[in-house]
């Protein structure tokens, strides 16, 4: 029922409210309601307990309640479908590291389910979404963050820098892998002139030359009279063919190489 107003009619004496017998039957008929609500509450009776409308309480997967201890031979395939936090101490079955807790996901019917799992040891993340039987099939995929998002993609990274040899490399994820090396100052050229180089470069691994490009920014240090760097290629994994073309003055140059290419 809607919430019954008592009319306590005008100050100080109350004239025109309610007499007292309209005003308790209001209170009777809204504590009525009420306590019929609260008979149809029900506590929930175990960590499991998935009965609709039940009260969640601390202890029992309400707030402040602790995580379901599964065993050893447990497996994440076969949890209950139940929205819950479990924690798996020492291996089990199907889980993405050996100590973790999964906190669980899932639709009233059980037919939607969506994992995410954390290390108890380490910063390791990872999630998964099956439907009802389809859980054993579905693999883990990581969760990144700022820890694992810059790591070696070929140990599970997204993206990394480092440098070999004076050289940067920058790798991803999808198998791009980029090569900046700075080959420094020519030297004096002569006017007019066109130059050849053979440079090499540290193994960083690349995969195949087939998929190589190389480029130069030539910098003069002088006059900027330069046409370039016209010839710029990879004659192998490890060698820069490079030509610097001079314009009419005699100068230095200063050199960046820049390689391109596949690392898987």
């Known amino acids: 029922m ?3 107003e008592i009319i306590l009619g005008t100050p100080p004496q109350g004239l025109g409210g309610d007499p007292p017998r309209t005003a308790s039957m209001k209170i009777n008929a809204m504590m009525a309601e009420l306590y019929a609500a609260i008979g149809e509450l029900v506590k929930v009776d175990s960590a499991t307990d998935t009965n609709p409308d039940r ?4 202890g029992w997967m ?3 309640a602790s995580p379901i201890v599964m065993t050893n031979s447990a ?5 209950p479908a139940i929205n819950a936090r479990f924690v798996f101490g020492n291996g089990g079955g199907n889980l993405p ?3 973790v807790y999964i906190d669980q996901f899932t639709s009233g019917s059980g037919t939607w389910t969506r994992q995410l799992a954390y290390s108890i040891n380490s910063d390791g993340m ?3 979404f099956f439907v009802s039987g389809s859980a054993a099939g579905k693999a883990w995929v990581p969760v990144y963050n700022g820890v694992n998002a810059l790591v070696d993609p070929a140990s599970g990274g997204l993206m990394s820098y480092t440098t070999i040899g004076g050289a940067n490399i ?3 994820a999808n198998g791009l892998m980029v090569v900046m090396q700075p080959w420094g100052l020519s030297g004096i050229l002569p006017a007019n002139s066109t130059n050849y180089y053979n440079v090499t470069i540290p193994s960083v691994g690349f995969i195949t030359t087939n998929y190589l490009f190389a480029s130069a920014n030539v910098v003069p240090q002088s006059a900027f009279n330069l046409p370039g760097a016209p010839e710029c290629m990879m004659t192998s994994l490890t060698n820069f063919r490079l030509c610097i073309r001079l314009g009419p ?4 140059t200063y050199t960046t190489l820049k390689i391109e290419g596949r690392w898987k």
Not at 55 to 58: G, H, K
Not at 75 to 79: G, I, V
């Open 55 to 58: 009260l969640v309480t601390p």
């Open 249 to 252: 003055v005699a100068q230095d």
């Open 62 to 64: 309400g707030l402040g």
């Open 75 to 79: 497996s994440a395939d076969t949890l």
């Open 170 to 172: 920058f790798k991803y």
């Open 2 to 4: 809607a919430r019954q």
């Open 97 to 99: 590291d050996s100590y």
């Open 126 to 128: 990872w999630e998964r």
